[in-house]
């Protein structure tokens, strides 16, 4: 009696899957029936790629440009700085001119001068 059993269900009609598979389930009328469906499903899924992508490269352009800004601020912070420096320079060399102090500018910054050799004793 096992054996029959096991002959019996290997002798049913294929499942779902197995008609999926094999295109038994899905016929031509199914199509001709559902093509509005399909139609509208392939559009939307294309519709939905195509969003990503622009998504993706609009996201890349965004981190480019904020880049692009972190460099120019950090840019125009040296220039302010440079700019201030030199406003402060020229309000400084107008207060030694006008108090007449015998202070003078040096364009060069000051050397410093180390011993590189211990000198010599007494002769």
Known sequence: MKSDKKTDSKHKSPGWVDELRYGQSISLEFFRTNAWLLLVII??????????????????????????????ESRMLDEKQRYMTLIRETEMKRMVRERGLPLEFQEQPPYVISKSQPEPADK
């Open 43 to 72: 559009v939307v899924v294309i519709a939905l790629m195509g969003l990503r992508y622009r998504t993706k490269t609009r996201m890349e352009e965004i981190k480019a440009l904020t880049n692009e800004l972190h460099r120019t």
